[in-house]
């Protein structure tokens, strides 16, 4: 006797998949909600790096004089030549928050820029103009306000490996904050400071008379 089986209509295949993805979601958000089981789904970071591996070490002769706290917001946009936004192009818009400190070089000091008198109460020193580190991007206060892409950029995303790369915006935020720093009276503050740190230095060696000047 032969017996036979009916196979299920694809559309009740359809609907009975949906059912099962609707049950699981359902007990998903109903453990969520139940005491004890709020992280049944949840996901967990665990740190796996290595430890820090020092490269080298370099002594350093300046005196930090000055530091200016400095914030820019960056609007970006990238268009194609002959495709419309919506296709293909980008524009981020970024707050960039970040330092740039002042520093005069100690270490480039001679001899023939410091002068003692004989009783050793009077000192004339000669320092090197102060100038400008590089700008440092403070990631804490940083952050994309938005970023808009053509579907193209979007498609790409998919197969990068960094598809929230803000490398470019991040650069041009140091640039904005470097040429800040430079419009700034950050050098001549920190020549300010250093020149009050040396009096007081000297003064307490017993030197009455301390005079600060700076040149190339």
């Known amino acids: 006797m032969t017996t036979s089986i009916k196979r299920m209509p694809g559309w009740a295949k359809a609907v009975s998949a949906l059912v099962l993805v609707l049950v699981v979601l359902f007990a998903g958000l109903r453990l969520a909600v139940l005491p004890g089981l709020r ?11 290595g430890p820090a591996l020092l490269k080298s070490i370099q002594d350093m002769s300046r005196y930090e004089a000055a530091s200016g706290n400095f914030q820019v917001v960056v609007d970006l946009e990238k268009d194609a030549k002959y495709l419309p936004d919506a296709i293909r192009g980008t524009r981020t818009l970024y707050v960039g928050a970040g330092t740039v400190d002042a520093y005069v070089d100690l270490g480039r000091i ?6 003692v008198n004989s ?3 009077s000192a004339t020193l000669r320092l090197p103009h102060a100038a400008l580190g590089k700008p440092a991007l403070d990631p804490d206060h940083s952050y994309a306000v938005s970023k808009q892409r053509g579907l193209l950029d979007r498609l790409g995303d998919l197969f990068s490996d960094n598809p929230n790369d803000e490398r470019a915006v991040q650069r041009l ?3 904005h904050i470097g040429k ?20 007081g230095l000297l003064r307490s060696l017993g030197f009455t008379d301390v005079t600060v000047t700076y040149g190339t």
Not at 39 to 49: I, K, L, M
Not at 184 to 199: G, H, I, K, P
């Open 180 to 199: 800040a720093a430079q419009d700034s009276r950050l050098t001549a503050r920190a020549e300010t400071n250093t020149t009050a740190m040396l009096e």
């Open 173 to 175: 935020a140091a640039q």
């Open 110 to 115: 001679g001899g023939k820029d410091v002068t």
């Open 39 to 49: 992280d049944v789904f949840g996901t967990e970071s665990h740190d796996n790096s």
């Open 119 to 121: 009783d050793r109460t």
